[in-house]
């Protein structure tokens, strides 16, 4: 059932960074906070019933760093993006004044 959500919204998330579009921000969120969800009940499966071996919880530590970074690249857009758009309004600003 997972995975019939999932899939479709990483292949939007995937296709919106490429092509840079807004909304992408909030894909990130679903899929973040989706993959941390499952991955923190699996991780607190292995490392409180004590039966997982060190390298199995290492299998599973990408999970968790993914969606909290996913998660945070959700909330908080890039400087480098709103700044760019802001210094492209200003100056088409100054173009139409001209």
Not at 7 to 24: D, E, H, N
Not at 50 to 73: D, I
Not at 78 to 92: D, E, I, W
């Amino acid at each position: 059932m997972e995975l019939l959500f999932l899939m479709p919204l990483c292949l939007a998330t995937i296709f919106g960074i490429v092509r840079r579009k807004r909304w992408v921000g909030s894909t990130l969120i679903m899929v973040g906070v989706s993959v941390g969800t499952a991955s923190a009940t699996i991780y607190g499966e292995l490392l409180l019933g004590g039966r997982a071996s060190e390298k199995l919880v290492q299998v599973f530590m990408p999970f968790v760093f993914f969606s909290f970074l996913a998660t945070l690249r959700g909330l908080f857009p890039p400087r480098s993006a709103t700044a760019a758009g802001a210094s492209r309004a200003s100056s088409s600003a100054q173009k139409k004044r001209a």
